[in-house]
Structure formats: C-alpha cells, structure tokens
C-alpha cells in the first residue's frame, strides 16, 4: 500500500497563478485533511471531508477551494496565488471509529509551495 | 479562544529521559494526540489519550490530566535518530478536527 500520496511534491507559481493539488489515499479512510504548515507552527487546517461528495471549512479556507469526487481523492485548488500562500501543504486520511476513539492521522510527503 | 502551549524546544542527552508538556484550552475534548515530525518529513502519530492517567508504547509514554487540561509525552532512552519536533493536538469535536499546538523541538546532543 502506498498510504497518502501527494502530488506534485514542489511548486513555484507566480502570483495571480492558479494550480491544484492532488492527494490519494488506499486506505479506504472516510475522513481527509488539507494543513499548511509555517515554519515554527502547527498544523493548520483548510478544508476537510467526511465522505466522499462532502466538504467542509476548516480554520483557514480563505484563497482555496476543494473538492472530493472520489473517495480516495481530495483535491485543494488555488485560485489566484498570493506570496501568503508559501507554505508546506500537508494532505491527511483517517477512520474514526466511534465518539471516544482516536483519531489517527496519515499524512502524505507534502507539498512545498513558493509564490513568488 | 483555543489554544495549545508547549515549549519551542528542548534539549536532553542521549540516553537520558525527557519530558514535553501541552496544556491546552479548548471550548471541547475528546482526546490529546502526539505527533512526531522530523525535519522535512511529515507527521507521524505516536500516542492518544481520552482518559486520565498513562500510555506506554515502548520508549515513549503519554500521560493526561483532563481535570488540570493537562498532558506530557515522555521519551525514554534517548537516541540520535529521536531528533525531530513533537506535536501535541486535541481532538475538540465530534468532526474529529484536530487542534494542533506550534510544536517542540528537540534537540539531542551526544
């Protein structure tokens, strides 16, 4: 098994540029995530699904759109890149399992992304 | 507001033990995840806890005080290789979205 899968895996754009950002995952896993990731920060997150057909907003949505066609993708688009965009983009899976359990998290390699 | 503080960074020898701290502040929880992630690479679980007390997982062990919003990841035996940042996050809600502190940095020195 592959796991979580990112593609591509560097990108300069320049500003005003648009692109997309593909994940896949074969763990048959519900749950996905789309983080940027800053130096010396946490993880934030953008968008999520929970199903396939689903999207939601995370804590910081704005400049992205997302979309999960398929189960084992979930895309994050850009529409018009800004400089604040720069970042590590960080694409997740899970299952959760009932209201108490553990979440695990499963990350692809990410993405690094320079707009310059 | 939500918020997750642990230490920028420590440093222990190796061999040695070492202890991260989170304490969080949070409208819910349901559990306290820890994350390893070394440079250039991405996140990788290492331990949850729902409830109070300790998990062991070989080196590594997590311990939860939800009455104090507090918990610790202890890191036994240190080796070289146990370089990387340590992330602490809490599970809020019933979507299973992850609040995340800034993270530790760990450095080891021979």
């Known amino acids: 098994n592959a796991g979580v899968t990112q593609t591509p895996k560097f990108r300069v754009l320049k500003t005003g540029q648009s692109m997309t950002l593909l994940c896949a995952q074969d763990m048959n896993h519900e749950y996905m995530y789309w983080y940027r990731q800053d130096p010396g920060m946490g993880l934030r997150l953008i968008h999520y699904?929970?199903?396939?057909?689903?999207?939601a907003k995370g804590e910081v949505p704005d400049g992205y759109n997302v979309s999960r066609l398929k189960k084992q993708n979930f895309l994050l688009g850009l529409e018009s890149a800004a400089p604040s965009q720069t970042s590590v983009y960080f694409c997740?899976?899970?299952?959760?399992?009932?209201?108490?359990?553990?979440?695990?998290?499963?990350f692809g390699p990410g993405t690094r992304l320079t707009v310059l | 507001g939500q918020s997750l503080e642990q230490p920028s960074e420590v440093t222990a020898v190796e061999g040695a033990i070492v202890q991260i701290n989170c304490t969080y502040q949070t409208s819910g929880f349901y559990g306290l995840s820890w994350y390893q992630q070394h440079d250039g690479g991405a996140p990788t679980f290492l331990s949850y806890?729902?409830l109070d007390g300790l998990e062991e997982t070989g080196r590594f062990s997590s311990f939860l005080s939800r009455s104090d919003s507090y918990g610790y990841l202890l890191l036994q035996e240190l080796q070289m290789k146990d370089s990387a940042s340590y992330f602490c996050a809490v599970t809020e809600d019933s979507n299973y979205q992850l609040i995340w502190g800034a993270g530790t940095k760990l450095i080891i020195k021979p």
């Open positions: 806890n729902a």
């Open positions: 997740a899976s899970s299952s959760p399992e009932g209201p108490v359990s553990y979440n695990e998290q499963f």
């Open positions: 699904s929970v199903g396939e057909g689903t999207t």
